[in-house]
């Protein structure tokens, strides 16, 4: 199974401001995957991203509002721009492997 | 039809008895149902997964029974101990792509 480091793994932000989640894989994938969990909800996709490419968007997230980057096959990075108090999730990394989707421990963003 | 609905939203079982949880979906095109439990302040764990092409899979104490016609599958934990308790999570993943559609959660509380 793929080891899944995310900084930060909380943190406490103003509105109005934006908060960069990193996201580190001990190995190389094709794809990564950025989750949202709302409190006490489910995950629900944000987009996948690609290295070399253009993140895909779900239905319902803009690239303006979650911006992605994904530089090499092993990093990714997720903005959440001009917080509002509604943005306050758990923001998941996720890779795939042969195994199946594993998880990063999570970032917990609270928005005051 | 990418929807997994999952049941119940929240289970107390007594220690060593038998806790069940179920999913059901719409969209045939599903090839891959996993489980995941997360604990409070943790991204989800991986537990067990399988494919529609059998009908049960058994790893220790969980096993996945799956329904093909009825496009039902479940999470059975035999024995459940009180460090069972968590929150569960059924997947599916449509076929030739990566991504997950997950159930709504069943926080599962195991009494000593």
């Known amino acids: 199974s793929a080891v899944i480091s995310q900084k930060p793994s909380r943190d406490i932000c103003q509105r109005g401001t934006s908060l960069t989640i990193q996201c580190q894989v001990d190995?190389?994938?094709?794809?990564m995957f950025w989750y949202r969990q709302q409190p006490g909800q489910s995950l629900t996709l944000i987009a996948t991203?690609?290295?070399?490419?253009?993140?895909?968007?779900e239905s319902g997230f803009v690239i303006d509002k979650f911006p992605i980057s994904r530089p090499n096959l092993t990093f990714s990075t997720l903005t959440v721009s001009n917080m509002s108090p509604e943005d306050s999730s758990i923001y998941l990394c996720?890779?795939?492997?042969?195994?199946?989707?594993?998880f990063g421990q999570g970032t917990r963003l609270t928005v005051v | 039809q990418q929807q997994v609905k999952q049941s119940p939203q929240s289970l107390i079982v007594q220690k060593g008895g038998i806790s069940i949880i179920n999913c059901a979906y719409e969209n045939t095109a599903f090839d891959y149902f996993p489980w995941y439990q997360q604990f409070p302040g943790k991204g989800p764990a991986l537990l067990i997964a399988i494919r529609p092409d059998v009908s049960e899979k058994k790893e220790g104490r969980f096993t996945i029974s799956f329904n093909k016609s009825a496009k039902q599958f479940s999470l059975h934990i035999m024995d459940s101990q009180p460090g069972d308790s968590a929150t569960y999570f059924c997947a599916a993943k449509i076929q030739g792509a990566q991504k997950l559609v997950f159930g709504q959660g069943t926080r599962l509380t195991i009494n000593p």
């Open positions: 991203a690609n290295q070399g490419s253009e993140a895909t968007y």
């Open positions: 190995s190389q994938v094709t794809m």
């Open positions: 996720s890779v795939v492997g042969a195994e199946g989707a594993f």
